[in-house]
Nanobody, 122 residues
Framework: QVQLVESGGGSVQAGGSLRLSCAASGLTFSRYAMGWFRQAPGKEREFVTAIRWSDGSTYYVDSVKGRFTISRDNSKNYLQMNSLKPEDTAVYYC?????????????????WGQGTQVTVSS
């Protein structure tokens, strides 16, 4: 059974930092691209960033470029979030995908975590 478990969410003031972690089990982690998505109240779930399993290439939505960094090790995926803004407030989801294609497409991911809340106050 595949499980993705996020941790590290919380409440911070604008300009602060948080580091999210996603622990994966039940899958060959090294063969899955990993992504982070977020969903704010009343909005669609949106792509934030992803990392390929094959070469470690990374992709970011424009609004987080230069502030967020995705990384991975043997069994975990990480999202370092710096210079946080109130508009970053959302539930953040970790997701895994067997293919390295279309990493920004929400519905293409095979597995999802339960989400972790990030709240940024001004």
């Amino acid at each position: 059974q595949v499980q993705l478990v996020e941790s590290g969410g919380g409440s911070v003031q604008a300009g602060g930092s948080l580091r999210l972690s996603c622990a994966a089990s039940g899958l060959t982690f090294s063969r899955y691209a990993m992504g982070w998505f977020r969903q704010a109240p009343g909005k669609e779930r949106e792509f934030v960033t992803a990392i390929r399993w094959s070469d470690g290439s990374t992709y970011y939505v424009d609004s987080v470029k230069g502030r967020f960094t995705i990384s991975r090790d043997n069994s975990k995926n990480y999202l370092q979030m710096n210079s946080l803004k109130p508009e970053d407030t959302a539930v953040y989801y970790c997701a895994a995908k067997r293919s390295n294609r279309a990493l920004d497409v929400t519905n293409d991911y095979d597995y999802w975590g339960q989400g972790t809340q990030v709240t940024v106050s001004s």
